[in-house]
C-alpha cells in the first residue's frame, strides 16, 4: 500500500467514526448539535464518498469511499474495497472524548439546501499542535449530516470533502477482510 493511500485509509477511517476533526465548546447548542448529529449518524448505514485536495499533491485529489453497515465498515481506496469490524458505541464513545481534546468553537452559520434538502451549517474551528482546522457539516432536519468539508492548514495542508448518503446503503460487491 503506498503512502497516499495509506494516509487516505487513515483519514477515511476518522471520518468513517464521524469525527469532524474534533467538537467542543463556544456555542455549546450549536457544539452539541453537532455531536448529536456525530452520534446519531454512528448508528445507521451510511455511504460516504470522500475528496482529498492535498498540498503536497496539487491536481491529483485522492478519492475514497466509505460504507457503514451494522457491525461492518468497508473502505474503498483506488480500486481496492476492505472489511473491518465497525463499533458503533466506541465511535459515539471516540466522538465524545474528540470534544476533550483540544480547544474549538462552534458556530450556527445559517440554513441551506443541499441535495435538494433543507440542512443547517455549522462551523467548527479546532486550534491544535499541527495548525488550525475549519469544518463546515451540514445537518439535515433528520439529524444526520449530509456534507462536511474540512479545511486543514499547518504541515498537512489538504481541503477533505465528504457526501453523506443514507438511502439503498448496501455492501459492495466485491471485498477483501
Known amino acids: ?9 487513515i483519514l477515511v477511517l476518522s471520518v468513517a467514526l464521524g469525527l469532524p476533526a474534533g467538537i467542543a465548546k463556544a456555542d455549546d447548542v450549536a457544539c452539541q448539535a453537532v455531536l448529536d448529529a456525530v452520534i446519531k449518524q454512528a448508528g445507521v448505514p451510511v455511504r460516504q464518498v470522500i475528496t482529498i485536495e ?10 475514497g469511499e466509505i460504507i457503514r453497515l451494522g457491525d461492518t465498515l468497508y473502505m474503498r481506496a483506488g480500486n481496492e474495497w476492505v472489511a473491518r469490524p465497525y463499533d ?3 465511535a459515539v464513545s471516540d466522538s465524545r472524548q474528540a470534544m476533550q481534546k483540544s480547544p474549538h468553537t462552534c458556530t450556527r452559520v445559517r440554513v441551506d439546501t443541499v441535495d435538494g434538502k433543507e440542512a443547517t451549517l455549522y462551523r467548527v474551528l479546532t486550534t491544535s499542535a ?5 469544518s463546515e457539516i451540514w ?6 449530516p449530509v456534507r462536511q468539508q474540512t479545511d486543514v492548514q499547518g504541515t498537512d495542508k489538504a ?7 443514507y438511502s439503498n446503503v448496501t455492501a459492495p460487491a466485491n471485498f477483501r477482510r
Open 1 to 9: 500500500m503506498t503512502h497516499a493511500r495509506r494516509g487516505l485509509s
Open 54 to 63: 492535498s498540498a503536497a499533491a496539487p491536481g491529483k485529489p485522492l478519492r
Open 88 to 90: 458503533a458505541q466506541k
Open 130 to 134: 499541527q495548525g488550525p482546522t475549519e
Open 139 to 144: 445537518i439535515a432536519v433528520d439529524g444526520l
Open 159 to 165: 481541503l477533505h470533502k465528504v457526501r453523506f448518503e
